[in-house]
């Protein structure tokens, strides 16, 4: 049926990026209705942020995510748009999940992302009190 929005009966993971008034977020989702286990993102290459200062692709949150729950969400800070690609910052990235079922069945999804389609992505920096 034109339109109609995929169900997801078991656990389905992704690495989604978002913008959010200038700062790029990396985003591990469950999309099913059912949890995740032993969740682990692979990334092709390391992938610094806060500045250039941190490996991103170290932290424990994607070595080690033990359960994520039905249509959960983690947003991870990745950097500022201007410090991103001001550092010439490898923008393509591509990663490997991979998760098991509640039923103990492995699964993979490679995720390819070109970052270089926000790099002049217009925003509007407004403090959250305004």
Do not use: C, K
């Not at 950097?79 to 690609?85: G, N, P, Q, S």
């Amino acid at each position: 049926m034109p339109g109609a929005v995929a169900e997801h009966h078991d656990s389905d993971v992704i690495l989604d990026v978002e913008l959010d008034r200038g700062l790029i977020f990396l985003v591990v989702q469950n999309l099913g209705d059912l949890p995740a286990h032993s969740v682990r993102v692979r990334f092709n290459q390391p992938l610094h942020g806060l500045g250039g200062g941190r490996r991103i692709d170290r932290l424990q949150i994607f070595r080690r995510l033990e359960f994520l729950g039905p249509r959960r969400g983690i947003r991870v800070f990745l950097d500022r748009t201007a410090l991103f690609f001001g550092r010439d910052e490898p923008a393509e990235l591509e990663v490997t999940v991979t998760w098991r079922t509640d039923r103990g069945e492995r699964r993979r999804r490679e995720i390819r992302h070109d970052l270089a389609a926000y790099r002049d992505f217009p925003y509007l920096e407004v403090p959250d009190d305004a």
